[in-house]
């Protein structure tokens, strides 16, 4: 009798939690979204979490991490990598700041909260972008809405 197989681990591992908060798309969705746009990016090993938080968590985290006030829709910090060159990082998203976005700009929640999820693994790999208007003509704003078209059927590029 042979040993079992025990199935191979993803390499790009993504958990996607809600923490006191409904969204209105499957977290696994989110969660493979996120794999998606890392093996578009070439990256071989990750190992990322994102979380889904109150306008109130993430108005604390905003503060104590960047020292501004007020909740806004994503805050990633990305950890580096592991000594084995894995992708680490924690991506906060808030669902009450990303429907105020997707109504100002006309799009649905879920593509907002997709938008949000591309944003936040793209900061995690490394990409940045300018805080001021040139942010969504910067190469990592036009790269994120490539992989939005890419991948979420849903999408047209956000002006």
Known sequence: MSPARLP???????AVECDG??????????AELSRQVLRALKVKQAMLSVTFVSSRTMASLNRKHLGHRGPTDVITFALGADPGGAVI??????????????KSHGVGIREELA??????????CGWEHPEDDARMTSPMW?????????FWTSSAPRA
Do not use: S
Not at 8 to 14: G, N, S
Not at 142 to 150: A, G, I, S, V, Y
């Open 142 to 150: 036009r790269r994120q809405e490539q992989l939005m078209t890419r």
């Open 115 to 124: 938008r949000l999820v591309v944003h936040g693994t793209l900061h995690a």
């Open 8 to 14: 191979k681990p993803e390499p790009r591992a993504v």
């Open 89 to 102: 990082g924690d991506i906060y998203i808030c669902p009450d700041v990303a429907r105020q976005l997707a």
């Open 21 to 30: 908060v409904r969204i209105p798309v499957a977290t696994e969705k989110l």
